[in-house]
């Protein structure tokens, strides 16, 4: 894709030039504009520990890709950044447990997460990480601000030191019984069970999580954060952006709780070695909490983009934040990150509009990595079905009011009733006629008629709910609406009949028709663009059309006479039902024994198909015995993702260019990871 839209061959397309518009981003560093509207899109910094499950995307990474994609079709000045959250406990434990090193297990996960969102096709300006010099300058000169302005202060406290590794453990080194609800598995810092935050000395039976030993009491001296005397200013704020960022009530009950119980001292550094060391004599040998400087990535990451950063970050009268995350870390994001933003006495940019999510659950249970259960990153490439096809289902069951369940049989529900049978047979039905009928070239058509006068009205009734859904960032409604103008095409054609009889009786009613519907099928490319962009992708491809803005109106006039378009692709393929059963077995359970429980109670059909989709095991890209670095880690994920761009390329019967174009790109990135290999086993 060019940065206008696809690249299209031949005539220069016949297209309004108002409609357009260039997708340059890519092309250019994003920095603040006078005089326009300027946006700074977060997503909540996945935690670099695992391999994230579909709940944790829906939850704010592809939420935010949606909005970014939509405010640069609107053509609003937009930067997205996000990146992976490094430092803390819960990466030294993952670590300890994984039998390498802290910075070994970033650089694999953080590979891990990009190919992911990579795969899933969202659009960041810049996906960063937090280890870096930026992070720990900034993280440091936001400390010394608020300890200038006598906002922090050491304090002594009794924390638990395990004899048998002789260490102070951290929040997360240590589990036991939650005080509150009597969960029995409880962190140190957070009960999972009723959501209330921890003090580890707080736990009922605690014991080390290393070596299971019962730590003792001992005395230690940490800095704490005194959001008290910030409470009046973050108060003040709070009732401001609220209203004017118009925050979920949801968002607004959370924050109203931790003020009205009045806010804590709260701890900010921690026993650990890796995280952001603290410029404090006396404290050399601690570092900062991770939800102390976890939210100050989203700065860093931006100084990582441009050194600029600042003109984002610290301009809140030119720059609107919105903020995308799951429920749990909205007292971060509304009470502790502004609290410490506003105690540095510097004019940062901070919150807008958050938006949040609920829980996604599997099959009415919940993901659980550890038991196998579930859809993970990882697996969604291997299941063989369009990124379009996953973000479609996921935003269409977005967790915004409430838990929603992920199930197969809506999965494959959803592509074959609602992708395959609205957007996919309006889009390919009328390019399809194009072809065969007219040669490919829009014929003169007129918009003056009752039906065509009709069918405008409805359509721009629906974009006007359109727009106000997505930028309120009401996700779900939206992607409803551009279904529904999708199904406002596909009646106008059922209502007047286009077929060759309409063709052969009623020519001029015939071109006007298909003139309209490709008119629609242009629009519906831009709307369906913030959900689905490869789907969009290709049905600019197809009209050989440029990207087009989402105005606020839609005439029916974007295609001029004799304007030539492509051939007619399939957007969408259908998914047999029996393979509900195929993949609900294999995700449902331990999935190193999964498929051969799974058969067990599989149809014959449903059996051989599985059976038959086992191969041998392929050879590792990275070969034993290899230490692989972060520039293999990445290659490899790049090549997994590519291939599976290639087979769905192939499957879908792409134009052979194409197809030779994606598997060149494949090799170049294989042969790039044997160089790197071969020079890796050299040295060895």
Not at 477 to 504: C, H, P, T
């Amino acid at each position: 894709m060019s940065a206008n839209g696809p690249v299209t061959n031949g005539p220069t397309p016949k297209v309004r030039s108002d409609i357009t518009i260039e997708l340059d981003h890519h092309k250019r560093i994003v920095l603040p504009k006078a005089g326009e509207r300027n946006i700074l899109i977060t997503s909540a910094l996945p935690y670099v520990n695992n391999v994230p499950h579909l709940g944790n995307i829906i939850g704010c990474v592809l939420s935010a890709d949606v909005y970014a994609r939509f405010c640069r079709l609107r053509g609003y000045n937009t930067l997205f950044i996000c990146g992976t959250d490094e430092y803390g406990t819960a990466t030294e434990t993952k670590a300890l447990e994984e039998g390498v090193t802290c910075q070994q297990l970033c650089d694999k996960y953080h590979a891990i997460h990009k190919s992911t969102y990579e795969w899933f096709k969202c659009d960041f300006d810049h996906f960063g990480r937090t280890p870096t010099e930026q992070h720990k300058a900034i993280t440091q000169g936001i400390y010394l601000d608020v300890e200038r302005n006598g906002l922090t202060f050491p304090k002594t406290m009794t924390q638990l030191y395990c004899e048998k590794h002789n260490a102070f453990l951290a929040d997360r080194f240590v589990e036991g019984t939650c005080p509150s609800c009597g969960y029995a598995d409880a962190r140190g810092d957070q009960c999972d069970q009723c959501g209330k935050l921890l003090d580890p000395t707080e736990l009922r039976n605690p014991h080390c999580k290393l070596d299971k030993a019962t730590p003792v009491l001992r005395d230690t001296t940490h800095l704490f954060l005194d959001l008290a005397k910030q409470q009046p200013n973050l108060e003040k704020w709070v009732e401001k952006s609220s209203v004017k960022g118009a925050w979920s009530q949801n968002t607004i009950n959370i924050t109203n709780a931790w003020l009205k119980e009045g806010l804590r001292e709260r701890c900010i550094t921690r026993d650990l070695k890796w995280g952001v060391p603290v410029p404090k004599k006396e404290f050399e040998d601690k570092v900062f909490y991770v939800w102390f400087d976890a939210c100050i990535g989203y700065p860093s990451i931006t100084a990582n983009y441009t050194e600029d950063w600042q003109k984002w970050w610290k301009n809140p009268e030119n720059v609107q934040l919105y903020q995308f995350m799951g429920k749990d870390n909205v007292p971060f994001h509304t009470v502790i990150f502004p609290s410490t933003l506003l105690g540095t006495g510097e004019e940062w940019t901070l919150l807008h509009h958050i938006s949040t999510t609920e829980y996604l659950q599997y099959e009415n249970g919940k993901f659980s990595k550890s038991r196998g259960v579930g859809v993970f990153g990882n697996h969604v490439v291997e299941v063989g079905v369009s990124s379009s096809v996953w973000r479609y289902y996921l935003l269409s069951n977005r967790p915004e009011t409430g838990d929603s369940q992920f199930t197969w049989a809506g999965f494959v529900a959803a592509n074959n009733n609602e992708l395959l049978a609205n957007l996919g047979n309006f889009v390919n039905r009328v390019v399809k006629f194009l072809n065969a009928k007219y040669d490919g070239i829009v014929p003169a058509y007129t918009i003056q008629g009752e039906a065509e006068q009709k069918l405008i009205e409805d359509v721009n009734a629906l974009l006007k709910s359109y727009v106000e859904a997505l930028e309120a960032v009401k996700i779900r409604a939206a992607l409803k609406l551009a279904m529904d103008i999708s199904a406002r095409g596909n009646l106008y054609l059922q209502e007047n009949k286009i077929d060759n009889k309409l063709f052969a009786d009623h020519r001029e009613r015939c071109d006007t028709v298909v003139a309209m519907s490709l008119n629609l099928s242009y629009l519906l490319g831009a709307l369906v663009y913030p959900f689905m962009p490869d789907t969009s992708e290709t049905i600019w491809k197809m009209l050989k059309v440029p990207a087009r803005k989402i105005g606020d109106t839609w005439e029916g006039t974007d295609l001029e006479e004799g304007h030539q378009v492509g051939k007619a692709e399939y957007l969408f393929t259908n998914i047999k039902p029996e393979m509900v059963e195929i993949w609900r077995n294999k995700y449902g359970g331990n999935q190193k024994d999964s498929d051969s429980a799974a058969t067990e109670t599989m149809s014959k059909t449903a059996k051989r198909k599985l059976m038959k989709g086992k191969a041998k095991a392929p050879e590792p890209l990275i070969p034993e015995g290899v230490t692989a670095t972060p520039e293999m880690l990445e290659l490899e994920a790049k090549i997994k993702a590519q291939g599976e761009v290639v087979r769905l390329a192939k499957a879908e019967k792409k134009d052979a260019a194409e197809v030779t174009k994606e598997v060149e790109t494949l090799m170049t990135l294989k042969t790039q990871l044997k160089a790197l290999v071969a020079e890796a086993q050299k040295c060895n």
